[in-house]
């Protein structure tokens, strides 16, 4: 099933090559010297870094095309179900290396290049990536789309071309400073736009009931305004086959420059504002992860690119012949968490309103269509739309939710007779206090699958998020436990270890098929293999070294232990435990001379929510407790901690191969799934972490004993709250806990300035709702249990080989088959080559 190097399998190979599609050393070269010229103006001597870049990428998507429109004449014609994954978010991170690899032509354009004096190395190494994502669920929709190319699922992700990204990070006196994220700004290249798909998307207004010429009973919506959506195309190319799917992503724009009425009465300013608030629309991606606020230009973000998504499918319908009848049979439409939801009102607005489909008809083939994953149990992230603000932006939308919530607890009145508590629980319509409309209940009602992303994650949406769902329909209820891209996270990102995989495994097999990366496993007591192992490690944390101190200038030593922390900074992933350990081991130095430590070096990155007051102060810590601890001669290389600033792909894409330690420790119960775990047992971290999401599972996997368990379980967590949680006694009874708490409120790390943790320590005293300090001892005593087993590094690698070699269930293409085959009911439609 795979590709000769570089040819096109099936489809003519070498012979239907053309100059702009061979991938010989000579045609690659003819093609980038074209595009340097004809494309971007320049001869070599006269190009910029960017020019270079561009006609690079150029010459790479030439070579993706054909494939391209290949795979879309193939699934026009086999008119297989087509996954449409909608998605507010898609993390895809830098395209170059990814492609070349996927194409196989990275060595020959390596050497192509490098005989022009170029390097292609740092080409990819400086591609600006798009951050059309705020963290795991956007960059969980990029891994999916690499599985589904590469399963040669036909797939097209549908979100929004945002115009800026998740905002740049840095770091200024130890705070985080946002800054935009212009990432269009020198172009593009890999985006096709296709104005000529454009959809026009009505917003606000009122409806109109009626009947028509033919006594029929109709219903007219009438806008306040409407935009113009066009799509923005990407090739999502599979690995080493000639699937290349699609990720559409949709910018807003006014449908009339200007507006005439206002244009004419000689307000020109008032003409061109309609423009610019139209623009408006796909113009930033909300940076907030794991909290709702409920602002109209969300809601219309979500309306507008789901309603371009619809659209789009009916089109391509159209276009392959079907009556609108077949829509589920055509697609399967995944919901990637509650932001593309109103899809279920939109599908049947379609339907009933402008197809004039029968409600029951229209129903069971919005039912069959959808299926939603939710990602969050947290109470502030689940979306809610205060009524008003719902019905002024979707008024249509609106009186649809009313007529499926009516039908909806009339079956829930005779389901549970007599228990109005448990309809009132369920109606779609929160009506407790203030009205709202509850996204997650549209979601689950409209759909046919309802999943979680990790086991534990699943039980939980089942017994507490969605209890009274579950009653009704249990049938509904599965769990598909996440995973990521080996091909991203393995392949790209540690040469190293996939040489030494390829090598200790015989082919590359492995590449495609991740759980073979078992084979490894009886290398783990083979002395050469894991001397191997441990200068791929030495390398990778080299790099890392390098890039700590070319941003943020703190020299770090490549032989200590590297413990790693990156993900979005939010107080229930619990950063501050992770501080609360640091000043606990710089206490011990200060005052036990503690000199048989295993150095360390404590490396932090992450994003706060600008609005995320909390958050920031977290950083600060951070960045606090760094300068103090880094500085002070006494310490010496025992104990280093580093704030990465602006962590992203590509940033993760350098520290997962170089971590030995993976910190995974949020309050159990608390996150979802976690796919950074993944990534870094993948590369062969080892793990601390709580009982939490998908923690559970790797431990499982990888084994106990390889795995560093710490804390409360969600049980025992829960337990504890119900029981009534003392957090001041757990301070006042642990002498290192008080010890540490008390030098960080007391303002050693703050130059004196005692009130600036304060909001922090006291929360932590008095509520502490992450119950950092009910976990702290445990957490303490197994940071301990890691340094002595660090002190054998033969060990050590032992169990990270075991790590990787047992993280075989992780893939992306294994959480794919699972939702191919259980929710959308597709399979795959791989090119055999004969034109079929
Ligand atoms: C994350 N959610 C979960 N949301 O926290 C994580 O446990 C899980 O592994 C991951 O999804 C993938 O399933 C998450 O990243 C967001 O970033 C949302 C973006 C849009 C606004 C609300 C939060």
């Known amino acids: 099933n795979t590709l000769e190097p570089g040819h096109l399998r099936g489809q003519g190979g070498v012979a239907e090559d053309d100059v702009r599609t061979a991938c010989e050393p000579e045609a690659l070269k003819r093609a980038f010297l074209d595009h340097l010229l004809y494309t971007q103006g320049k001869t070599l001597e006269i190009a910029s870094h960017n020019d270079i870049y561009l006609a690079v990428a150029y010459t790479v998507r030439d ?39 996927n194409l196989d032509i990275t060595d020959a354009l ?21 951050g059309l994502g705020n963290g795991g669920l956007g960059r969980l929709a990029a ?24 905002f740049f990070q840095t770091v200024v006196d130890g705070w985080q400073v946002e800054n935009t994220d212009k990432w269009l700004r020198f172009g593009n290249p890999w985006a096709i736009h296709h104005p000529e798909w454009g959809v026009e998307v009505k917003l606000g207004g009122y409806t109109e009931h009626y009947t028509d010429d033919v006594g029929r009973f109709r219903v007219r919506w009438v806008p306040e305004k409407t935009v113009w959506g066009t799509p923005f195309d990407t090739p999502v190319a599979g690995y080493k086959v000639s699937t290349v799917n699609t990720l559409r992503l949709w910018r807003a724009e006014a449908t009339e420059e200007f507006d005439f009425s206002v244009f004419n009465r000689g307000d020109y300013l008032g003409a061109v504002n309609k423009k610019v ?13 794991e909290s709702h606020q409920g602002k109209e230009l969300r809601l219309e973000q979500q309306y507008f690119f789901v309603a371009c998504a619809l659209r789009d499918m009916l089109r391509i319908l159209e276009h392959r012949g079907l009556p609108v009848t077949e829509f589920p049979r055509a697609f399967a439409v995944q919901l990637n968490d509650t932001h593309p939801a109103i899809g279920v009102a939109e599908l049947m607005r379609l339907l009933i309103d402008e197809y004039l489909v029968p409600w029951e008809q229209a129903w069971e083939a919005t039912r069959a269509t959808f299926a939603y994953t939710n990602h969050t149990l947290l109470p502030e992230a689940l979306e809610r739309w205060p009524l008003e603000l719902f019905k002024s932006v979707l008024p249509r939308h609106l009186e649809i939710i009313y007529e499926i919530n009516r039908r909806f607890l009339n079956e829930a009145r005779i389901r549970f007779f007599g228990d109005e508590s448990r309809v009132f629980r369920l109606s779609l319509i929160d009506e407790s206090g203030e009205r709202y409309v509850r996204m997650a209940h549209l979601a689950c009602v409209g759909s046919h699958a309802i999943n979680g992303v990790a086991e534990l994650h699943s039980t939980l949406i089942k017994e507490q998020l969605l209890p009274d769902f579950y009653a009704m329909w249990p049938e509904k209820f599965d769990s598909v436990t996440n995973g990521v891209t080996p091909r991203r996270w393995v392949v790209l990102s540690n040469p190293g270890l996939a040489a030494l995989a390829t090598e200790a495994l015989g082919d590359e097999h492995w590449i495609r098929d991740w759980p073979r990366i078992a084979g490894l496993e009886k290398h783990a007591d083979d002395a050469a293999f894991i001397e191997r192992w441990q200068r791929v490690k030495h390398t990778n944390k080299r790099s890392l070294a390098a890039l700590i101190r070319d941003e943020t200038g703190v020299v770090v030593n490549p032989d200590s232990l590297f413990d790693v922390l990156v ?31 295993v150095p ?59 971590a030995e330690l993976s910190e995974q420790i949020s309050l159990a119960g608390k996150e979802a799934s976690g796919t950074g775990n993944m990534k870094f047992a993948m590369n062969g971290a080892l793990t601390i972490g709580t009982m939490d999401g998908a923690n559970i599972e790797i431990c499982q996997e990888v084994g106990a004993e390889n795995f560093f368990a710490f804390g409360m379980s969600a049980d025992e967590a829960q337990r ?43 929360d932590l005293l008095n509520e502490d709702r992450y119950m950092l300090l009910a976990d702290y001892a445990s957490y303490v005593e197994c940071q301990d249990r890691v340094d002595a087993a660090y002190r054998d590094a033969r060990q050590w690698s032992r169990m990270a080989v ?10 992306s293409d294994r959480s794919i088959a699972e939702y191919a085959r259980r929710m959308w009911h597709t399979s795959a439609l791989p090119d055999t080559g004969h034109g079929g």
Not at 81 to 101: D, H, K, M, Q, W
Not at 143 to 166: H, N, R, V
Not at 277 to 289: F, I
């Open 143 to 166: 891994c999916f789309m690499d599985s589904l190319a590469t399963g040669e699922i036909p797939a097209i992700g549908y979100g929004i071309y945002y115009e800026y990204g998740i």
């Open 567 to 597: 993900k979005r900074i939010h107080e229930y992933k619990r950063q501050h435990l992770a501080v609360l350990h640091i000043v606990t081991r710089y206490h011990r130095l200060k005052t036990q001379r503690a000199t048989d430590m």
């Open 802 to 811: 075991l790590n990787c070699a047992r993280s075989g269930r992780f893939s």
């Open 720 to 762: 504890l709250l119900r029981s009534g949680y003392y957090p001041r006694d757990l301070y006042r009874d642990d002498a290192e806990l008080r010890a540490a708490i008390d030098l960080i409120r007391g303002g050693f790390f703050s130059r004196g300035d005692a009130g600036l943790f304060e909001p922090l320590t006291n």
């Open 600 to 658: 360390r070096t404590f490396i932090f990155g992450g994003k706060a929510a600008p609005g995320y007051v909390r958050a920031k102060l977290m950083i600060k810590l951070i960045t606090a407790v760094a300068d103090v601890v880094n500085s002070d001669p006494e310490v010496r290389d025992l104990l280093k901690v580093v704030f990465l600033p602006n962590f992203s792909v590509s940033k993760g894409q350098c520290i997962y191969p170089a």
């Open 63 to 101: 070579r993706l095309l054909r494939r391209w429109s290949h795979t879309s004449s193939r699934h026009k014609r086999h008119g297989t179900r087509t996954v449409a994954y909608l998605s507010a978010e898609f993390l895809i991170g830098p395209s170059l290396g990814n492609n070349l690899l």
């Open 277 to 289: 608030t139209s623009e408006n629309l796909t113009k930033v991606l909300y940076p907030n992860d």
């Open 110 to 130: 390596r050497e192509t290049l490098a005989r022009l004096g170029i390097d292609l190395d740092e080409l990819v190494r400086r591609e600006v990536e798009p």
